[in-house]
């Protein structure tokens, strides 16, 4: 029989350096000296969160742990620096031995030390996404699928698919069921090629980013000197944003904090909005139930925003089912209500907000301090018109601008075409859609577009894989992408044909046939139709019909082979459509957006100057900051919360959460606006909306109603 004995450390008294007490609030304080055990903080927004944890880190150091026993997760490099040079600053001293970064930087650094037991070799390289979808596009070649028979998921899709079943403990065919029921029927074939590209990675001694999570927990439960080594290495363990970690994230940590369970988990379960991307806001709802013993501590003191924007933040996420009740309190004398602002259509949401920003700069508000915050990419399409009409300066900081996307481009590429058949640009971006062609492909046929004589394609027999048809990770013609998409003026009369009389685009397209390469031979068939079908005088007519037509005559189902989040693509390209019907013309709606996309592409040249720019962001994206001022536009059933949310529970709770993410940006000024109508895609023309279910859930006392009426000159 044997038993544990625990030796106790001698040390003097602890004399603290810090007076948690005086530097930290009540609440923070009980989390900060909270005793050893499992803890569950409750970080609600602006109340602390960073500052709690980085106090915490300097207390347990100051109790006596050595740094190199606290570990410390975050969820980005920069969050993970800021915290260290916090505590070196609390207490005079640098952390060298204190582990402390990133989930993959940590998982990297154990890796390296202990690769031989996994089959790797300490110097493994790891892959970026570029070089995973070069070997996973091996693998395709290698098994015995035969893409040419059946759509098959292209490389980078593949990627985005083993992604998530690691990270989300399922198996491929769960995956497919749940996020790509399209391919659900190849899952035995997907499950081939991720089997084939797992062993390709030892061979190559290559891991991506993924393994270095999946293989550091495999190399934990597969090997009890290592796991053991770690749990006792580790004796406090703290975790910041829990609420965005996912099943892989979990159960690294919980099998690392098994041995002294002194684990510490920081976040706030109502500013979980990262589901799409594999995080589970069960594992901080559920955390009190796996450690059972654990202390929930909440922090609801908002520093942030003032009282009457935290009263309209409460009633928004309180409808919620899944959560921690909390109740933000506010540290902050009273300001103005919340708006709600009622607006006929999209355009006058727009002029709206547009007049409404001008008239707070010209009260001493400042540009860079004010946000626009929407769900979608296109939710802000007419606001950048109006801006750029008004020559209000703004900067997009939600991921790619949405006039850069490939699949605008791609598009847009069409119609650019058809209005004018010398844009080389545009001709080599959609050739290079094709399978098969790849940039010297598609100058060859530029030439015979153009009326050169190109030759015929010849190919050695015993060639394997046209290396042409690897497509890049955003497949299209690089050049494009790297020139500004404006409207490109037709070559020097001097050596251009003679642009009239001149047979039809389709015809000239008709006649280069020659030179397509035999793997692109039907797609270049339903090309020519397409280009045929949108110079019919009708369909020209109008942008809005000429995106459609293109959509539907094949290019969706393009992106439901190159993009794993080819639904929403769809969507930004429908509502590019209906955004495109107030245009009298095509080269209307082309002109404008090329002064869109110029005002964009300068937007990074230009920030060095015109310091003062409005910002235009996904919520999403503007997690984690704040602003004086804050729009929420397009805030209608379908639209905020999106269609798709409402099939399920939990995703109408996300969307609510998305909601309560976007209000607690906010600092001094709140609107939140919805038009009453809107252009839907196809021919069912405008629709009357429905204002978000979740303006209802706000009860009408906190806030004041703004309805929108044209100015008369003359008098009511």
Not at 105 to 132: K, P, V
Not at 540 to 569: D, P, Q, T
């Amino acid at each position: 029989m044997s038993r544990e004995y625990v030796l106790q450390p001698f040390r003097a008294a602890v004399h603290l350096q810090i007076d948690y007490a005086r530097e930290l609030n009540e609440q923070q304080y009980a989390a900060v000296t909270a005793p050893p055990g499992p803890s569950l903080v409750i970080a609600g927004a602006g109340s602390g969160k960073t500052r709690t944890l980085t106090y915490r880190v300097a207390y347990l150091l100051e109790q006596g742990i050595p740094a190199d026993r606290i570990l410390l997760l975050t969820f980005t490099n920069k969050a993970a620096k800021e915290m260290m040079r916090r505590v070196a600053d609390l207490l005079g001293q640098e952390l060298v031995s204190l582990w402390g970064g990133t989930f993959h930087g940590i998982g990297n650094r154990i890796l390296r030390q202990h690769a031989s037991l996994l089959g790797y070799q300490r110097d493994f390289t790891i892959m970026d996404r570029e070089d995973a979808k070069h070997l996973i596009t091996t693998c395709v070649a290698e098994s015995e699928v035969d893409v040419k028979a059946t759509r098959f998921p292209k490389a980078e899709v593949l990627g985005d698919i083993f992604s998530l079943a690691v990270n989300t403990h399922k198996t491929i065919a769960e995956v497919l069921r749940d996020s790509y029921d399209y391919f659900e029927h190849l899952a035995p074939q997907v499950a081939n090629i991720q089997q084939r590209y797992a062993t390709r990675k030892r061979t190559t001694n290559g891991m991506d980013f993924d393994d270095l999570l999946a293989l550091w927990l495999k190399l934990m439960q597969e090997q009890p000197e290592v796991r053991e080594l770690y749990q006792r290495r580790f004796q406090f363990i703290l975790v910041d944003e829990y609420q965005d970690t996912n099943k892989l994230q979990s159960d690294l940590i919980d099998l690392l904090a098994a041995r002294h369970r002194n684990v510490m988990v920081v976040g706030d379960d109502a500013q979980s909005i990262y589901a799409w991307r594999g995080a589970n806001y069960l594992n901080i709802l559920k955390f009190p139930e796996r450690y059972e013993s654990a202390k929930v501590y909440k922090i609801e003191t908002n520093y942030r925003s003032t009282p009457e924007i935290l009263n309209v933040a409460n009633e928004a996420i309180r409808a919620n089912v899944g959560q921690f009740a909390k109740e933000l309190a506010p540290a902050r004398k009273p300001g103005s209500k919340p708006v709600t602002v009622v607006c006929n259509d999209a355009s006058e949401q727009a002029a709206f907000v547009a007049q409404r920003v001008l008239e707070m700069r010209e009260e001493g508000s400042d540009l860079n301090k004010m946000a626009v915050l929407y769900r979608s990419h296109f939710h802000a399409l007419e606001l950048q018109l109006e801006l750029t009409r008004r020559n209000i300066p703004f900067s997009i900081t939600s991921g790619i601008r949405f006039f850069e996307q490939a699949h605008i481009k791609d598009v847009t590429a069409y119609l650019k075409l058809v209005t004018n058949p010398h844009d080389e640009l545009s001709f080599k971006r959609l050739a290079q859609l094709l399978p098969g062609i790849g940039g010297k492909g598609a100058d060859k046929l530029w030439k015979a577009f153009e009326g050169g004589n190109p030759k015929p394609e010849t190919r050695n027999p015993k060639e394997g894989r046209n290396p042409k048809s690897e497509q890049e990770a955003e497949p299209s013609l690089a050049a494009a992408d790297q020139s500004s998409p404006t409207l490109h003026a037709p070559r020097s009369t001097l050596d251009a044909p003679p642009l009239s009389p001149a047979p039809s685009l389709a015809i000239r397209l008709q006649r280069c046939a020659a030179a397509v390469p035999k793997k692109a031979a039907v797609a270049w068939a339903q090309f020519v139709a397409t280009l045929a079908q949108l110079e019919e005088k009708e369909v020209r007519a109008s942008a809005s019909k000429m995106i459609a037509l293109v959509i539907e005559a094949g290019y969706e189902e393009y992106l439901e082979e190159n993009y794993a989040n080819y639904r929403s693509r769809v969507e930004d390209l429908e509502q590019l459509a209906v955004f495109a019907r107030q245009f009298a013309t095509l080269e209307d709606f082309l002109t404008q957006l090329a002064l869109l996309t110029n005002i964009e592409t300068e937007d990074e040249q230009t920030s060095k100057t015109d310091d003062e720019r409005l910002r235009l962001s996904t919520i999403h994206q503007a997690k984690g900051l704040e602003f004086d001022v804050v729009f929420i536009i397009m805030l209608c059933d379908g639209l905020f919360p999106s269609e798709r949310s409402l099939e399920t529970a939990e995703g109408e709770e996300e969307e609510r959460r998305l909601l309560y993410v976007a209000i607690t940006r906010a600092r001094n000024e709140l609107y939140l606006s919805y038009p009453l109508m809107r252009a839907s895609f196809g021919d069912r023309g405008d629709m009357m909306q429905q204002p978000s279910r979740f303006l209802a859930e706000i009860p009408k006392e906190l806030v004041e109603e703004w309805n929108l009426r044209p100015f008369n000159p003359y008098g009511q």
